[in-house]
DNA sequence: GACCACTATTGCAACGTTGCATGCCACGTT
DNA sequence: AACGTGGCATGCAACGTTGCAATAGTGGTC
């Protein structure tokens, strides 16, 4: 095992407390003995104990994330960014994977935190805000997605009715009049999905146009292979479309391919907005016109509150951090 | 806080010990003192203290996963395999990112190890395995990817010389002989880009065909961005190839997407195969050939080598894994 | 009735760290 | 010479857990 405080203090001549003073940083120490010290640490390669700081000191500089799928790219870039984040702020990243499902996320909640990480960055999916809400004396939780929890949980996230109107009123500037919306996702109560609807909606209503709820397909999950199955039935059905706004990149690359398979052209016959913009979306042909969240301000700012919690106050009011967005047009749009 | 072993004990009326002797499972316990903790665990919501676990046990339940990227595809898809090999194994899974650099990588061996983690996962980029070697009385360490270290550390990955080989004879069994490999790394002691190389070579060789030094296109990292700039240099330097073989999925794409935008065909001007098989590649325009490691398996061997050292002997003699590879198919090749 | 075997429960100590309070010393002041 | 002051250094205790060894209680056997 490595040297503790013990066996340095025992080199150097000097008592424990004096060494986990050097150790510390401040404290009074003279010069001699500080060098002392240091040459003790240095020789033994003393580490200070993660372990006994963290019982002692109750803080164990671990945050947890906890995502459906690290897989997909939209959360692995997110997770990318989260891990650098805490590595700024001499965090350290626990990455979880919910599946999506509803029981594991809820076990998270109960059982990831509170006994190993200090805090907790959980992007629900099938968990409704009043599932989340029951934690007694836990550590601190910061949600990504927007929720219907204003006021009791921080969260961080894009305003999605904003920009799925965003991404819907371009295809409309294209001269788009039949849209399709993929991504709808009625079974849960998750309200990003349900939110994105609504934003679309609005575009359309902006635009004069009516909405058609055949052209609002809905998936059960954000993959590729769900959004090429939406295109296959929006054919199969015979509906004829001259875009789509799909919730996720994935949608929209998986839906994008099942289109060209079948002779469409892209964007001449079909123009395509995505949401993410995940790298795939730039380098797929066509290139992927999609909303751009701010990635890096998410992490940022699920950070910050995080450290806001553990500095501060904990039973400060819930905040509600809207992450800036941008549409990215590219070839598909 | 949460409750510790000491206020069941008062409410159950028994000894500290006691509760932990229900807590572990085992030891005798009669079935009505059983059951009188267990009751007071569940009124007090009673949860183990991992601090005092980790300083008391000396195993903290953590193993790092270190990559360079995890947004990169491939990194993501195999992180998620191991999250979920790590959670059968009750281990949870601390991703830390080395962005390829290699003091990044080595301060990451003396730090996480050691003190938190109870053992390591590195998929070195920068680092030579001579680097690598010196650590005293550290935590096991598992390496991915090939590596010029057999007998000194435990290391799992896929044979890169037969790979490159099955995916070069590919290409060549479907009448190509002007075939480009992307994806070598002069610049880095890394042996994987080496090994890929070799079995390219070879598989020209095996042909008869002349191995000619200004179709090895080398790249910096293996992102699409690379393999889009490798295909803009082959193309301006007027070179004629029927055939690219990429070193991975990602520089793939970027090379098709950069082929496609000049008016090339795929796979009738030109045929692609790439190598990880990541999910983009399946969905992309024309969906890529590529070589398929069981990252399943990957995962699975990595922390089964992890278990075995932390289980047994740590001192064994080093294993060197070989995880099964395919070829798979697609419409670019 | 003394001894043994066995079950059930307990106390002590230690893992390595840090907050708090205290001790010690030298120096300058009264 | 006695006293206060400030700079350094230290001892004790506690965080919550578990290994070890010991104790107390029960029933059976010679």
Redesign the interface.
């Known amino acids: 095992?490595?040297a503790s405080l013990r066996q340095v203090a025992e080199r150097a001549g000097v008592s424990i407390r004096t060494v986990s003073n050097v150790v510390s940083g401040f404290a009074l120490v003279a010069p001699e003995t500080r060098a002392r010290v240091q040459a003790a640490i240095d020789e033994l390669?003393y580490?200070?104990?993660?372990?006994?700081r963290?019982?002692r000191g109750?803080r164990?500089?671990?945050v947890a994330l906890a995502i459906p799928?690290?897989?997909?790219?939209y959360f692995?870039?997110l997770?990318?960014?989260l891990?650098?984040e805490a590595?700024k702020r001499s965090w350290?990243?626990?990455?979880?994977?919910t599946g999506g499902d509803a029981g594991h996320e809820r076990s998270l909640l109960d059982?990831?935190r509170?006994?190993?990480v200090d805090g907790l960055v959980l992007s629900p999916w099938a968990l409704a805000p009043r599932d989340l809400r029951r934690r007694?004396?836990a550590v601190p939780l910061v949600l990504l997605g927007e929720q219907d929890a204003d006021g009791l949980l921080d969260h961080v996230a894009v305003d999605s009715v904003a920009a799925a109107r965003d991404a819907t009123a371009h295809l409309l500037a294209q001269g788009r009049t039949r849209i399709a919306a993929i991504g709808p996702q009625p079974h849960l109560e998750n309200g990003t999905a349900a939110r994105r609807v609504e934003g679309y909606r609005k575009a359309l209503a902006e635009a004069g146009l009516p909405a058609d709820p055949r052209l609002e397909i809905p998936v059960d999950r954000l993959h590729?292979a769900d959004g090429?199955d939406a295109m296959r039935r929006l054919i199969a059905d015979g509906l004829e479309v001259d875009a789509l706004f799909c919730f996720s990149d994935q949608l929209a690359?998986?839906a994008?391919?099942t289109a060209?398979?079948h002779g469409r052209t892209i964007p001449a016959d079909l123009a395509v907005a995505g949401f993410d913009d995940i790298?795939?979306g730039?380098?797929?042909?066509p290139?992927l016109t999609t909303i751009a969240p701010d990635k890096a301000a998410i992490a940022r700012e699920a950070l910050g509150c995080l450290a806001d919690r553990l500095g501060g106050d904990p039973a400060a009011p819930a905040r509600r951090i809207v992450i800036p967005h941008r549409l990215v047009v590219r070839d598909s749009a």
Not at 92 to 97: E, I
Not at 282 to 285: H, K, S
């Open positions: 095992m490595s390669q580490r200070p104990n993660a372990a006994a963290h019982l109750g164990s500089g671990l799928e690290i897989a997909s790219p692995g870039e997770a990318g960014l891990v650098d590595q350290m990243l626990l990455v979880q994977q059982g990831v509170g006994q190993v007694p004396d590729r090429a690359l998986g994008m391919q060209l398979r790298e795939d730039r380098y797929a042909t290139a």
